[in-house]
């Protein structure tokens, strides 16, 4: 199991002013959450082995890569983002043996995969953190992690305020050998995910020799998980109010987005570049600005950013246009691809999120108008994939899915759903396994039902009931990304030119290309920009103007 050198071709050449681009510049990376993709030895929970077997699909779905979410050695406090062996794979998703297979299949198909990389905290079953608590204070390991003295006569109280991003403090008190009340440590999400000390040289020479063991293995490259949050800030000081979670995204914390985490990605960047292929970093990132964001994708650091804000807007011209511009001027000065994005495994699918009135946040606990959330959604992505930079598509939004909003309590697994005053705690409802057949115990996820329990009627959104039929999500899907692929306006670049709209309407042009978006509940006659290439619903032009549904949006090109 070494480096694959079969991998797909890079993909790298020099633009028309000479600038060095690469294969994730235009991307669109398919989000693969393997316990819901597919299964394949029907014990209900989705496997590599039926990630591997399901990669004729994505091929056909015409994306560039696959990233996976967490499959490592995990107790799975937290869907596996408490990793307790960076080198192992958990036998729930199968073996190294499974993942080797499944990166040279997929290199053999021409897509490139990039797995999930946890490097601000480990399990609390991590060999480091277990004989840490069993040596008690004093052992040299505790360096590795943030074990401190509490405050209060007997020690009783967290060492600082600070809050875990699933509710309540983000301390736990330890038990010593011999019993009595210990150190602290600090978890900034799960108390099974203590956090790493990266002020520690070990901690640094560790996440650089897992980055080669993968790179070795063939990966083209690693999705950050929690990039912003590696470094704290020197003396770990109190923030001095309470309800931290309100203040994420508005302000720097001190346990977040600390400038020390860009030498972290500096070095990992040289490590990346001694390898073929263009092997990329993604941060996610959650930073108060794009301009922070685009910190982490200066030319010596990380490939690419997730884009939260555009993931957080809602459905409206003026305040689309606004982010689309902002996002583009922020990430221009540093080269770097702007990166778009619809949903993930954290949030409300944009599917249900659009069928609700804005300002709920991603967080949307209610179905809301499920016809006018797909039309939305569908006019979204087609938006989404007309713009420049990189797309993401996260598993099971080509079939236009939407949240499962009504899962029982005693079925959801979500651990912040346990917890009081965190997260909202209902990211279950986008990790539903996705339906690939109109029948069967779990509509074709695999032979053995599916560990959260899927929709009635489920079967008629999934890929067997769409595939070959006009007009189906799925088609659209299809026909965007093979669009975007031959068609040269689009993709890679950093630039749209706004053209003029009614209000609520996005009109702007590419190369040969023009893009329009209607956000209103109301049909917009406009003037035919040029030939109809593809709608997220029907049109019919009239001579020279044309009428566009309500939230629906068209490529022509011209």
Known sequence: MTQHLAAPSTGTSDDAAGHRTGWWQDAVIYQVYPRSFADGNGDGMGDLAGVRGRLPYLKELGVDAVWLSPFYASPQADAGYDVADYRAIDPMFGSLLDAD???????????????????????????????????????????????????????????????????GPAWTRTTDPDGTPGEWYLHLFAPEQPDFNWEHPAVADEFRSILRFWLDMGVDGFRVDVAHGLVKAEGLPDLGTHDQLKLLGNDVM??????????????????????????????????????????????????????????????????LREVIDTSLDAMRPVGAPTTWVLSNHDVTRHATRFANPAGL??????????????????????????????????????????????????????????????????????????????????????????????????????????????????????????????????????????????????????????????????????????????????????GDTVELPADTTVWWTV
Request: a negative charge; charged letters at 25%; aromatic letters at 10%.
């Open 101 to 167: 297979a499944l990166i040279r299949d997929a290199h053999d198909l021409g897509l490139r995969i990039i797995v999930d990389l946890v490097p601000n905290h480990s399990s609390d079953q991590h060999e480091w953190f277990k004989r840490a608590l069993a040596e008690g204070p004093g052992s040299a390991l505790r360096d590795r992690y943030h074990f401190r003295p509490g405050k209060g006569v007997d020690g009783e109280l967290p060492p600082n305020d600070w809050e875990s991003i699933f509710g």
């Open 254 to 319: 001190p346990f977040f987005d600390q400038d020390g985490v860009h030498e972290i990605y500096r070095s990992w960047r040289t490590i990346l570049d001694e390898y073929p292929g263009d092997r990329i970093a993604v941060a996610e990132a959650w930073t108060p600005t794009v301009e922070r964001t685009a910190n982490y994708v200066r030319p010596d650091e990380m490939h690419q950013a997730f884009n939260f804000q555009y993931l957080a807007t809602a459905w409206d011209a003026a305040a």
């Open 361 to 542: 946040g991603t967080q949307i606990r209610t179905p809301g108008d499920r016809e006018l959330g797909l039309r939305r959604a569908r006019a979204a992505s087609l938006l989404m994939l007309a713009l420049p930079g990189s797309a993401y598509v996260y598993q099971g939004e080509e079939l236009g899915l939407p949240d499962v909003t009504d899962l029982p309590d005693e079925a959801r697994q979500d651990p912040s759903f346990f917890r009081a005053d965190g997260q909202d705690g209902f990211r279950d409802g986008c990790r539903v396994p996705i339906p690939w057949t109109r029948e069967g115990s779990s509509y074709g996820f695999g032979a053995g039902g599916s560990w959260l329990p899927q929709p009635t009627g489920w079967g008629e959104l999934s890929v067997e009931a769409q595939t070959g039929v006009a007009g189906s999500t799925l088609e659209l899907y299809r026909a965007a990304i093979a669009a975007r692929r031959a068609h040269p306006g689009l993709g890679a670049g950093a630039e749209v030119r706004w053209l003029d709209a009614p209000e609520g309407l996005l009109a702007f042009a590419r190369p040969g290309f023009v893009c329009t978006v209607n956000t209103t509940g109301a049909p917009v006659r406009i003037p035919v920009p040029g030939t109809a290439l593809l709608s997220s619903a029907p049109v019919a032009t009239d």
